[in-house]
């Protein structure tokens, strides 16, 4: 009996097959369009979410504000080249901004790799020749930049003491000059700040150890235009009615009798003042604290703990007044005391607040000897917790009508605080950016910006890099999905 091989019947037929393989490139569809689809989600609505404890990436409520409330487009030219250590630093920064505000408008030129978009920057925003490494805010026919060197918080700790020569970056700053620019190109008008001059005051135009200039610069970073102020040149000469704000750093002649009388009508309409005495001042302007409630010591303020080369004091004790929200350490050479007048409260005296004191080592001495600049120790010194600045408001003088709200005044024992020397230490220069801002009743500026620390992890990719992750995203990912199912399909067929 003969048998046939017998020959079992294929497991698919060919319409299933094809069906098979019409589901499996239905599929590959699918997934490269939701692939394409998230990817333009994501770059159409970028949402960021900081999923660190201390939330140290995220934007401060400040700059937050500043970003809402702008009206205007802002140009923001990341004007650098990606090889520097801080680019992707700036870059990933402005790109937030610019993901919260559809009027921030960010474009990068690189000037290594782009000399034609170079030319055209320098061009337009009227740079210096071998300009590099800028971030340009440009709105309402303004601009102004924020350079590389500004934008890292440096550790000063080791020079100070001497121990090394080597400075390190410790922080990012960039929040705080981009929110700062962003406000300045996006206001209306700059604030404008008189400059007294004609007593030997500290000069904002040079860049030496006991210049003014870095104070010069962060008043312009801060939106405020300065000019000089001469009172001496005449006797009707008052306080200009667009003066905003009144600076007095370091005096060392004693003031005209005249001088006083206007500056103390100026205040009396709501005006503004720094006032920065040093141990070389000149009696007389403890005349016009005496009205507002301040007493100027005739002293110099020690506190050993606290001390560096016997002559830096290190302040540590700070208010709970909003220019004192920064916990970093504020220095001052040779301080005065300068408190509240005892037995001066009156209905209509002025609110004085200390703003920095000493520990309780402190000292006020007052044994000042020919060719010593340092009075010595003496049984009549005041000791324990001493005031070192206040901070002085009123809402005006009796029958007068205020032009410019309440009177405010910051006064401090020391001017040296604020020149080019001390003003690179992040308390002293976080000091003055404070009291520039509660001085012009900026309240929503008050927050503090803090710099971030280097700490982040970051991937740093060119654009040939870039452009090859895209490809490995949008095309390797779904076509790896494609060939796999065209070699199922295949198989299938034997």
């Not at 030129?109 to 300009?131: C, F, H, M, R, W």
Request: net charge neutral; charged share 20%; with cysteine.
């Amino acid at each position: 009996m003969s048998m046939e091989p017998s020959h079992s019947a294929p497991s698919f037929s060919t319409g299933r097959r094809w069906f098979i393989g019409f589901h499996v490139l239905l599929a590959i569809v699918a997934v490269t369009a939701i692939l394409v689809m998230v990817n333009y989600l994501s770059l159409r609505h970028f949402i960021r979410h900081d999923v660190s404890k201390s939330g140290e990436g995220q934007l401060t409520p400040t700059t937050l504000q500043v970003i809402k409330s702008l009206t205007n487009d802002v140009q923001v030219i990341i004007y650098f080249n990606p090889e520097e250590p801080l680019y992707p630093y700036v870059r990933s920064m402005l790109k937030e901004y610019a993901a919260l505000s559809p009027h921030i408008k960010v474009r990068a030129v690189n000037y290594a790799n782009d000399p034609a978009g170079a030319t055209e920057i320098i061009a337009k925003y009227k740079l210096s020749q071998g300009s590099k490494d800028l971030v340009i805010f440009a709105a309402n026919d303004r601009s102004d930049f924020v350079s590389q060197g500004q934008l890292s918080e440096l550790d000063m700790s080791a020079l100070m003491k001497g121990q090394s020569n080597e400075v390190k970056r410790k922080a990012f700053k960039g929040e705080l000059f981009f929110t700062s620019k962003l406000l300045a190109v996006s206001s209306a008008k700059p604030y404008i700040a008189y400059y007294l001059v004609g007593h030997d005051e500290h000069d904002p135009q040079k860049d030496t150890e006991h210049g003014y200039q870095k104070f010069a610069e962060l008043l312009e970073n801060n939106n405020v235009k300065m000019k000089p102020l001469d009172l001496q040149r005449s006797v009707d000469l008052e306080v200009p009615a667009d003066c905003d704000l009144l600076v007095i750093a370091g005096p060392r002649h004693e003031p005209l009798t005249s001088e006083l009388e206007r500056i103390h009508r100026y205040l009396g309409t709501g005006g503004r003042l720094l006032l920065l005495l040093n141990i070389r001042s000149q009696p007389g302007w403890e005349q016009l604290m005496d009205k507002w409630g301040v007493a100027l010591g005739k002293d110099v303020v020690f506190d050993k703990p606290n001390m560096q080369e016997s002559n830096v004091l290190m302040i540590e004790n700070t208010g709970s007044h909003p220019i004192t929200q920064s916990k970093d350490r504020i220095y001052m050479f040779y301080p005065r005391s300068v408190g509240r007048l005892p037995g001066k409260a009156q209905a209509d005296s002025a609110q004085v607040t200390e703003l920095l004191t000493t520990g309780p080592s402190g000292e006020a001495r007052t044994d000042f000897r020919p060719g010593v600049v340092a009075p010595y120790p003496s049984e009549q010194d005041r000791k324990g917790v001493l005031s070192l600045a206040v901070a002085v408001e009123k809402g005006g003088l009796r029958n007068v009508a205020l032009q410019r709200g309440a009177t405010r005044m910051v006064v401090a024992g020391d001017s040296g605080m604020l020149n080019n020397q001390f003003m690179i230490l992040p308390g002293n220069e976080e000091f003055a950016r404070q009291s520039i801002n509660w001085l012009l009743d900026r309240s929503f500026l008050l927050g503090s910006i803090g710099p971030r620390a280097f700490t982040e992890y970051q991937l740093s990719v060119n654009d040939s890099q870039m452009l090859f992750l895209r490809w490995i995203m949008l095309g390797a990912m779904p076509g790896g999905v494609f060939i796999f199912g065209l070699l199922v399909w295949m198989r299938r067929q034997q």
